[in-house]
Structures are given as C-alpha cells and as structure tokens.
C-alpha cells in the first residue's frame, strides 16, 4: 500500500472541489515564473510546490538526493533516479502537505514555497530523447480501417497479434499552451491526378495518453510484461495533432510522417504510475491468443476518464469527445514489451503514446476524422457553427480524470491553438 495514496488523506493548502491535484496525487512537473528560472514542482490544489525549496531547507534530507536535483530545466536527472526514489520524494511531500503536519504549515517562509499557479508558467516537463506512437484501441483502429479501407476487413491481420506503432518526432513535442501552426504540405485531392501543395484542409487532433520511461537500457536487452512497470515513470496526456490530407498521400509503405510530425502537445505534469495504483482495472478481452512474450497477468489498464473539448477563437469551449484510456486493447506492459523484443533499448525521458483513444459509441471518438467521419457528419457546434476539422483559431483542449472513493486525480490541461499556416 503506498501511504500518498491513502483516500482519507486532507491537505493543509486548500484544495477547491473538483480540482486535478488533490494529496493523493503530487504530480511532477517543470515551471518558472517572473522570478524563477525553470525548476521542479508538485502540484497541489491551486499551488505548485517548489523542490528546490524544499530540498535545500533540509525537508528532504534522508532520501538520498543529489544538490540540485531539481534545480534544472528538466526533469530526466530525477526520472532517472527510477521510481523507487520518486515514491521516496511524493511520500515525504505528502507528510509534508497533511494537514495534521505543522513541518511546513508552521514555516513563516512558507509562501515561497507555494506559489500560484496562476503566477507559473508550466514547462515541458522532460527532453524528450525518443517518441513512439502506438495504435492500441480497437475500435479507433476499426474506424480508420473501415473509412479508408474496406468496413469487413478493417483490421489488418497484423493487428492482434502485436501493438503496431511507429516512430514518431520527439523534437516537435510540446507542452500545454503552446500555439500549432497549420501544417503545409502535398495534398492529392480525390478527383485530382497530381498532387497540389498547401496549407492542410483536414487539420485534427487525436486524443492519447503517453508513458514516460525512467530508465536506460542496454541494446539487445528486452524488457517483459512483468517487468515493464519498473521502467515506467508516470503518464501525460497527449494530443498527437494530424493533417489528415499531408497524411492520407504520404504514409503508404512507410506509415506516418509529414502529417504527424509538426507537433504534438502534452500535459505539464506527469501523474505517476504510483498515483494511478488505486484506478487500475482490466482492459477488453484480447480475442485472439498472443505469442508468450505478450502475455501478462493482473489488471493493466487504468480507468482515466478523458473528455475533449473545442473552443472557437473568442468563444465558449465545448465538450465534443469523452472516452476512457481503459478501452486500450494493448496495455502499456504489453506495448513495452513489444518495443523491447528486438533488443531495441529504452532511454529515459522516452516518450510512448497510446494511439488514439475511441471508445465503442460515437460520441467516444477521440478524433475529428471519426466523430465527422471523415467530414461527412459535421460537428454542430452550440453558436450554430460547423466542424468537419479544426479550422485556425481554435483551440483543442484534452483532459482527464480518475475518480473512486471520493477521491478525484486529473491531469491537468492539454490545450494548443491552431494557427494559420505561415
Ligand atoms: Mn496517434
């Protein structure tokens, strides 16, 4: 049992009903503000509590951390003192945050040492060595197959018997806030013999959760299901924006390319694997029998409750998508152990996302090519406009929820504005 988890557990900083980071959570992540450079942080209610603070005023002594562990841009150093130490770090900050604790609570200085976010600026949390992007939910994979192929067979036959994923773009990975320009690229319209060049007519938004590693592995090494939780830090939200059209042209033999690798936006703070012990559960029966290193035992997927909404320039966002990384048919043990069988080797700060998260009804998408099918079935947004894309100005916001015995961990916001193509 991890003690941070415990739902009885009340903080001494005010935490408003229906906020992401109650004490059970103590997410991770990089912030500054107008008087700080970048440096590590712990979300509680409305607050970011500063590390550097308490690390270097003696409330961490005894975990074993080096000086200015958290006095960086990033925070691979920390991920890579692996999950044991994290755990170490979120107990003793959770002692710290009771409200039965005067430690830190009876410290007149202690307002340095909470800050508000609204007075932060939320950073990319991790340099981002490696990206993947996996392809794990049935029913997104069986919408896809059934528009652009053929609804009877719409499952390749590759795809239940391994994760199918592709190497993606780390450098163009970025946090929450950051604005997207529309992607330019080829396009070969339906009717049309060549291709034509231009600013994409499809731009969209794919609702995933990504993983983040804590260790380094060797090549030729492979990581099992059983012990693929040891290498996974914690979780981010993670919005794999796509060009339909760029995408549509471009991805047969290789897979995507152009029409991915433009950006792609994650959550600021990682909710970590420890967080999210209380929200496990079993994911869909895997109908067809899996090669031995595939296999796993025990509940592996998690229920997050994700919701996506739109905002029009100068308008009110509105809910258009809630799914539930719980429908993912590869879990991110089985995901891990896949990407490893080849002896291929993990780095730490590596990113892998889960493909994008459908659930089974309509209004479950996690994506503008399914919930408009394809722009055939526009969205009617409540001002009287319509959506078959995202159009500039909008912003596309992604967020997520776990919620049982009355205790309520999130995310945090996962929002980018498209701009127009430059
Ligand atoms: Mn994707």
Request: charge should be negative; glycine fraction near 10%; include cysteine.
């Amino acid at each position: 049992m991890i003690k941070a988890n415990d739902p009885f557990l009340k903080s001494w900083v005010e935490v408003p009903a229906g906020s992401d980071f109650p004490i059970q959570n103590l997410p991770f992540g990089i912030f500054k503000t107008r008087y700080l450079s970048p440096v590590a942080g712990v979300a509680i209610g409305d607050y970011v509590l500063d590390l550097v603070y308490l690390h270097e005023n003696g409330y961490l002594d005894g975990i074993g951390l080096p000086p200015g562990i958290f006095n960086q841009k990033y925070l691979n150093d920390f991920v890579a003192m692996g999950r044991k130490k994290a755990r170490q770090v979120r107990e003793r900050v959770s002692e710290l945050l009771r409200v039965d604790s005067d430690e830190l609570k009876g410290n007149p200085a202690r307002e340095i040492a909470l800050i508000p976010m609204r007075e932060v600026q939320m950073q990319m949390p991790v340099r981002v060595p490696n990206y993947t992007d996996f392809y794990s939910s049935e029913e997104h994979a069986t919408n896809v197959g059934s528009m652009f192929r053929d609804p009877k067979n719409a499952l390749l036959p590759n795809w239940k018997h391994l994760p199918v994923g592709y190497h993606g773009r780390a450098s163009s990975i970025v946090v929450s806030g950051t604005p997207i320009h529309r992607p330019k690229g080829q396009i070969k319209l339906p009717d049309a013999e060549q291709p034509v060049f231009g600013p994409s007519r499809k731009m969209d938004f794919e609702l995933e959760v990504a993983f983040i590693t804590c260790s380094e592995t060797k090549l030729g090494q492979s990581v099992s299901t059983a012990e693929a939780e040891n290498h996974i830090f914690g979780f981010v939200l993670f919005n794999d924006w796509s060009a339909r059209d760029i995408q549509q042209w471009e991805y047969v033999p290789l897979g995507p390319f152009l029409g991915k690798n433009f950006g792609s936006t994650i959550s600021p703070w990682i909710v970590t694997l420890d967080a999210l012990e209380p929200f496990r559960t079993e994911g869909p029966i895997q109908t067809s029998e899996v090669l031995p290193y595939l296999k796993f035992n025990g509940p592996k997927n998690f229920d997050i409750k994700l919701g996506v909404l739109l905002q029009p320039e100068g308008g009110e966002p509105v809910t258009i998508s809630r799914s539930n990384f719980k429908h993912m048919y590869w879990n991110v043990n089985q995901q891990l152990a896949h990407h490893t069988i080849n002896g291929c080797n993990l780095q730490v700060g590596d990113m892998y996302a889960s493909g994008t998260i459908s659930g089974p009804d309509p209004g479950s998408y996690g994506s503008m090519l399914e919930l408009t099918w394809n722009g055939a079935k526009p969205l009617q947004l409540p001002t009287g406009a319509e959506r078959r894309f995202i159009e500039d100005g909008d912003t596309v916001i992604l967020n997520g929820y776990c919620e049982k015995d009355g205790v309520r961990i999130g995310f945090g916001s996962c929002q980018g504005k498209i701009l127009p193509a430059i």
